[in-house]
């Protein structure tokens, strides 16, 4: 399984030794120390914030990762040579942006396309390296069709650009490859990366399991609804779908295995729930504070209407491991094997306390980056409440490698989005590819979002959430604002479906993480997580028709709308997996789902509510009578 595990988790990276080894973890804190610095303190000036951050990724991502398998053992000449030349090329752009801006606009000298020529290669190199061809290949697309702009089809066509205004765009202009993905990165999303790592070697981890363990562990499945609690608490720091399997996978899937869980069934309740934690606050994933940036919406109101979305996804996830355990009789954990929950959070409360501060930090008005700092320095602060938890500067020195180590997955893809980003700006295909999905949907709000999930769901392949959310929000978010949604909700509705790939066949990633560690056929638990996440889908429509789900309304309508998801939810559940208090057949799983989608949508709005309810309660009553029949307990 270990040997498995590697393959998928970390399929190029190599592993280092002795000064090589000491010179990387060097570089990884200094690049976490340096941008948890500017997080707390500001930054010393745009072009050293934006260039840094490349320059640090480009050195410890051509050491991690080899060009291929063969020079897999140490770091050749090769590698050397391009974090020389990937170094001098940010550098470059650093120092000589001012003078550029000032002088050079669209007037660019043979130093600026060269370095540029160079910034850009390496930039689709290290995405290769380290993610594979999906995102280069979209990068690639996106640059040389601003040359063949006159061959491409229909409305997509333009008179196309020469090499060095193709070049000068990307590389100069600050919408390309320095515009707003890597100032997004560096100032919310890497600063939250270094917290996590700051959080896990402070032993935060353990407890979020342990207490998950502790409040669940006893009851029927009860390792899979640990799963769910545990990845709810780190996925909304880690903001990582695979980071939070691998993290939290390693012990939940075992067990869930262990009590009588499917392999493919345990791995896919992993991935599932680990997907979510992209979309939990306080948190969240990398994706929502690129969101924030593009609406310009303070980064609080994006999770405050995030969070009750969030629990019900969770909640759907419960129910459906619930009775996935009900039918597959998986059992709890043993009493010996289940920590202490009183002693538990007596020894780990402290734990939460910096999420809070986040949170307070926050609603305060303090930027994301600044949350980030103190929500650093105050888990050092409280490490010290317990001996065994202490960190001092060894382990504040580790903290910080761990940050940016973690970030090099995420750093990556930096400068290929930012390549796409340059190739739609200047090729004007934002407005088109809108366009287009307008014209497919025929004004059709309803089949607009259709659209939006299956383009999603491909676009994703492949692809970390950030990067699919991204393209997304250019190619599907104005088409829908065009169809009178609110740009912020057009946005969350990118977001969410930018997750689907997670757990979509044909590729999903954090599935396919999940089949590793369960030692399961990836296929079947791809389609499995599809099973146990598809309420996923129905989120989309409902931020458009039901915004009370994001706290939009008044405090009678959206509690309405809870109480109804909230009943809803367990009918859906039962429909899925062919269980409730006994197994359902056809018939009764087709009246659950009934049931469900009138209290989903009340097209007819109380009158669909009361059908709802009444299906739902005839659906229970007579579950409980053929349960007492059959002699089943309840």
Not at 166 to 171: D, G, K, P, R
Not at 331 to 351: A, C, Q, S, V, Y
Not at 612 to 626: I, T, Y
């Amino acid at each position: 399984m270990g040997e498995e595990k590697q393959k998928i988790f970390e399929p190029k990276t190599r592993k280092l030794e002795g000064q090589t080894l000491k010179a990387f973890n060097i570089f990884a804190a200094l690049f976490a120390g340096f941008y948890l610095y500017t997080a707390g303190f500001g930054i010393f000036s745009t072009e050293s914030h934006r260039a840094m951050y490349l320059a640090f990724t480009f050195v410890l991502c051509f050491m991690a990762y080899p060009a291929a398998k063969r020079f897999k053992e140490k770091v050749t000449a090769l590698d050397y040579a391009l974090i020389v030349f990937g170094v001098a090329s940010m550098l470059y752009w650093m120092f000589a942006y001012p003078n550029y801006a000032m002088y050079r606009i669209a007037f660019p000298n043979a130093w600026d396309f060269w370095f540029g020529v160079i910034g850009i290669i390496l930039c689709l190199e290290v995405t290769r390296r380290v993610l594979g061809n999906v995102l280069l290949v979209l990068g690639i697309i996106f640059l040389v069709q601003l040359y063949f702009g006159r061959y491409l089809p229909g409305i997509l066509a333009h008179p196309g650009f020469t090499w060095e205004r193709i070049v000068e765009f990307t590389y100069s202009d600050m919408q390309g490859i320095f515009g707003v993905v890597v100032d997004t990165f560096a100032s919310y999303i890497f600063p939250y990366i270094i917290f996590g790592a700051f959080l896990q070697k402070s032993g935060a981890g353990d407890f979020f399991i342990d207490i998950a363990c502790a409040a669940t562990g006893k009851w029927t499945g009860g390792p899979a609804k640990v799963a769910v609690l545990a990845s709810a608490f780190f996925g909304s720091i880690s903001g990582s779908s695979v980071a939070n399997v691998v993290a939290t996978g390693t012990f939940t899937i075992p067990v869930m295995k262990k009590v009588g869980y499917k392999p493919e069934d345990a791995g896919a309740i992993e991935a599932v729930a680990s997907t979510g934690g992209q979309f939990m606050p306080p948190v969240m994933g990398a994706g929502a504070f690129i969101l924030a940036s593009f609406t310009e919406t303070p980064y609080i109101k994006i999770a405050l209407m995030s969070a009750l979305p969030a629990i019900l996804y969770f909640y759907s996830v419960g129910w459906k491991v619930h009775f996935q355990a009900v039918k597959d009789g998986a059992m709890g954990l043993r009493k010996e094997e289940i920590p202490d929950l009183k002693e538990t959070f007596k020894n780990g409360w402290h734990f939460l306390l910096p999420l809070i501060l986040i949170v307070v930090f926050l609603v305060r008005g303090y930027s994301p980056s600044m949350g980030a700092f103190l929500g650093c320095v105050s888990t050092v602060a409280l490490s010290w409440r317990r001996r065994e938890t202490r960190m001092g500067l060894r382990e504040i020195y580790e903290a910080l490698v761990i940050g940016g180590k973690n970030s090099m997955s995420t750093g990556a893809t930096v400068g290929t989005l930012g390549i796409i980003m340059a190739g739609i700006v200047l090729g004007g295909l934002g407005p088109k590819f809108s366009a287009m999905l307008i014209q497919a949907s025929r004004g059709n709000l309803f089949l607009a979002i259709v659209l939006v999930c299956i383009v999603a769901t491909i676009i994703g392949m492949g692809l970390i959430t950030t990067a699919s959310y991204i393209v997304l929000s250019i190619v599907a978010a104005p088409a829908l604002i065009s169809l009178g949604v609110d740009k912020v909700i057009a946005h969350l509705i990118c977001f969410w479906t930018a997750t689907f790939s997670n757990i979509t066949p044909p590729v999903c990633v954090s599935a396919f993480a999940g089949a590793a560690i369960a030692e399961a056929d990836p296929m079947k638990t791809g389609l499995s997580a599809l099973k146990f996440g598809l309420f996923l889908f129905i989120i989309p429509f409902t931020f458009v028709y039901y915004p009370q789900i994001l706290g939009q309304g008044s405090a009678m309508e959206v509690i309405y709308f809870t109480i109804t998801y909230l009943l809803a939810i367990p009918m859906f559940a039962a429909a899925l997996i062919g269980q409730f208090y006994t197994k359902l057949n056809m018939l009764q799983r087709i009246w659950a789902f009934a049931a469900a989608c009138a209290l989903f949508f009340p097209v007819a709005g109380f009158v669909t509510t009361l059908i709802g309810l009444v299906l739902g309660a005839a659906f229970f009553v007579l579950q409980r009578r053929q349960t007492q029949s059959v002699g089943v307990a309840v």
